[in-house]
């Protein structure tokens, strides 16, 4: 069991940036990989960002690649997501995820565990 807890969203101006955290426990956090989605009201969860197991491979959404970047810290079971240059279309409910493998996924399918997602709004 892997429970999941994501922190750092708000309100920000476009252009703005934002640091999000999920902090992991229940099991060996280098044993699996991690995923960033989002959902807005009315749209389908999307895909954001994903790493593998050491961080050292990672996948990013069209939509946000040179803008986001994910990060790890396996000392301290936690995986970041920095957003720069945030658009309003950035605006959603960001949800980390884990899934119980070492290489990184893109579908939200593949995971087997989420966190309860943090609002993040992006004004104009």
């Known amino acids: 069991q892997v429970q999941l807890v994501e922190s750092g969203g708000g309100l920000v101006q476009a252009g703005g940036s934002l640091r999000l955290s999920c902090a992991a426990s229940?099991?060996?956090?280098?044993?699996?990989?991690m995923g960033w989605f989002r959902q807005s009201p009315g749209k389908e969860r999307e895909f954001v960002a994903a790493?593998?197991?050491?961080?050292?491979?990672?996948y990013y959404a069209d939509s946000v690649k040179g803008r986001f970047t994910i990060s790890r810290n396996n000392a301290k079971n936690t995986v970041y997501l920095q957003m720069n240059v945030l658009k309003p279309e950035d605006t959603a409910v960001y949800y980390c995820?884990?899934?119980?493998?070492?290489?990184?996924?893109?579908?939200?399918?593949?995971?087997?565990?989420w966190g309860q997602g943090t609002q993040v709004t992006v004004s104009s």
């Open positions: 229940g099991r060996t956090f280098s044993s699996y990989a």
């Open positions: 790493d593998d197991w050491s961080g050292d491979m990672t």
């Open positions: 995820a884990a899934h119980l493998g070492v290489g990184a996924r893109l579908s939200g399918a593949d995971y087997a565990y």
